[in-house]
């Protein structure tokens, strides 16, 4: 579905976030088709995106440290569980358990992340990431991330969501400190966020961060959504 947000026209499907207006070479319309099918598809998405004969490898620089968390993107293969439903292979694969009150959750949103990472294992790095906590426990705390690498304009957005027990507590603030702090450093020209209109506590919290709004947009499935922009300095 073509929304605008700002200037730019984007593809969001499910959460994801693909630009559009200039994304004609066949990698981005791969991904872009990917999304669409995460979006309509009912059974297990996790066998459309068959694995690799070559692991994925991250970038040295991929996981983002803060003061009390670790934020480390999600692999291809800890995605393809997420989507099966796999919770034990993920909590092997994550060495941590995905939280439960997550598990229900639609996740097929992932799959463009699989098809990114199977193309260039650079590219998770532009995915979701699971927050856990250094202080030798390692629980996830937070999922925190981008929608996918930058736009030819070099725009990003980003999304988060902490886990209920964990809330109030300032990871929010901390995990998208560190994101923006992360993306800024390689070279984004600008961060997104797309914030629900009934959500006071995000949209304040954007605000916090130096985000200011910037228009609105509708998504097919979740509705009316404010959009907040942070340009870089």
Same mark, same amino acid.
């Given at each position: ?10 593809? $969001? ?7 559009? #207006? &200039?994304?004609? /070479?066949?990698?981005?319309?791969? *991904? @872009?088709?990917? =999304?669409?099918?995460a ?11 068959p694995?690799?004969?070559t ?10 440290p ?36 997550w ?7 992932l799959?463009?992340?699989?098809v ?5 294992? $650079?590219?998770l ?5 699971? #927050? &856990?906590?250094? /202080?030798?426990?390692?629980?996830? *705390? @937070?999922?925190? =991330?981008?929608?996918g ?13 902490v886990?209920?027990?964990y809330?109030?507590?300032g990871?929010?603030?901390e ?11 390689h ?27 910037a ?9 009316e ?6 340009p $870089?300095a």
């Amino acid at each position: 579905m073509l929304q605008v947000i700002g200037s730019v026209p984007v593809l $969001r499907v499910r959460g994801a976030c693909i630009a559009s #207006a &200039r994304a004609c /070479d066949p990698f981005r319309r791969l *991904v @872009a088709l990917t =999304g669409l099918l995460a979006a309509s598809l009912l059974h297990d998405l996790s066998d459309l995106i068959p694995a690799t004969s070559t692991p994925t490898r991250l970038p040295s620089v991929a996981t983002i440290p803060t003061q009390r968390l670790a934020m480390t993107p999600m692999s291809c293969e800890a995605m393809r569980a997420i989507m099966a439903a796999d919770w034990q292979r993920a909590d092997g694969v994550l060495g941590t358990p995905f939280p439960t009150e997550w598990r229900n959750d639609g996740w097929g949103w992932l799959a463009p992340r699989v098809v990114e990472g199977d193309h260039d294992a $650079r590219l998770l790095a532009w995915g979701t990431r699971l #927050a &856990r906590l250094i /202080d030798g426990r390692g629980q996830a *705390v @937070a999922e925190a =991330g981008f929608h996918g690498p930058p736009d030819d304009d070099g725009w990003v957005e980003i999304g988060y969501r902490v886990v209920t027990g964990y809330r109030r507590r300032g990871f929010a603030e901390e995990a998208c400190r560190g994101l923006l702090d992360w993306a800024f450093t390689h070279g984004v020209a600008g961060i997104r966020a797309a914030i629900s209109p009934d959500n006071e506590a995000s949209a304040r919290l954007a605000q916090k961060l130096g985000f200011a709004r910037a228009g609105r947009t509708r998504h097919e499935v979740l509705g009316e959504h404010l959009i907040f922009e942070h340009p $870089r300095a």
